[in-house]
């Protein structure tokens, strides 16, 4: 099978390139703690960092189609990692930032077009729903190797806060993402294995999927039970519940400037 697209589909965008170019600047300034406002550096480099993991998400899906057998996806810019090309900007980008910056949660976004029906066979849409998530795992593991390979010595306190958050963000959003709700990848990962009938029948649900999520988060008990399977798995990393505490400290920086002296000491 064939999967040649041209080199201006496969062409990585300015736009990608320029929100890498300020998550690298702005993790420069966190670690050299350089700007005069640390908050708004590690703001940057988050809210930078998160855009750049959602793009790698959709990206995932768009190539796995590709491979699978949707030869539309180059044409569509999918492949350039422009997230303005996404069928949903508002769904992608716009509104999992939004959840960042309110609520400290990563909200799985998505909206690549993907034409189901050139595809065949079951393990493929299967692997399609789940490479965007596995993204977000891997980069979630990236960001916490100095965690969980003993080298936070060797990383200045407040990067060390930054990419504990940044990593809190991208497990949150794999595990919302895994979940076999109709409307996430989790659902898409299962979806082909039902009967056509069962499918049929959830159908109509899918666009209040995620929506219904959020709304059974706000039990509390489900709450605590959610949000202590999140810890298990950051503590499971070697990152500590203080470094994304004091990462989410610090990334409000419109709150004013937590006290470095005051917690270290």
């Not at 589909?9 to 300020?22: T, Y």
């Not at 949903?88 to 960042?100: D, K, R």
């Not at 977000?136 to 916490?144: G, I, K, W, Y």
Request: glycine share 10%; proline share 6%; hydrophobic share 55%.
């Amino acid at each position: 099978m064939t999967t040649a697209v041209s080199r201006r589909d496969r062409r990585i965008s300015p736009v990608f390139l320029g929100l890498f170019a300020i998550m690298v600047v702005s993790a420069w300034a966190v670690w050299t703690e350089y700007s005069a406002s640390p908050g708004f550096a590690v703001f940057l480099f988050v809210v930078s960092g998160w855009i750049v993991s959602l793009c790698l998400h959709e990206y995932a899906h768009a190539r796995t189609a590709l491979h699978g057998g949707d030869l539309t996806i180059g044409a569509k810019g999918y492949l350039t990692l422009n997230p303005l090309k996404y069928t949903h900007v508002a769904l992608s980008i716009v509104l999992p930032v939004i959840f960042v910056i309110m609520g400290g949660i990563g909200l799985p976004g998505g909206a690549v077009f993907i034409e189901r029906h050139r595809i065949r066979g079951r393990w493929k849409h299967s692997l399609i729903s789940a490479a965007g998530p596995l993204t977000n795992v891997l980069f979630a593991a990236a960001l916490t190797a100095p965690f969980w390979l003993g080298a936070t010595d060797r990383v200045p306190e407040l990067f060390r806060f930054a990419l504990a958050f940044l990593a809190l963000l991208q497990v949150t959003a794999a595990i919302l993402n895994f979940l076999p709700v109709p409307g996430l990848d989790g659902y898409g990962v299962i979806e082909p294995w039902l009967s056509y009938r069962i499918r049929r029948q959830v159908e109509p649900y899918a666009p209040f999927g995620l929506l219904a999520v959020f709304g059974i988060l706000w039990i509390p008990e489900v709450n605590q039970a959610f949000f202590a399977a999140i810890d298990a798995v950051m503590r499971a990393l070697g990152v500590s519940e203080w470094d994304t505490y004091w990462g989410q400290e610090f990334f409000r920086f419109w709150q004013g400037e937590p006290d470095i002296a005051g917690f270290r000491s």
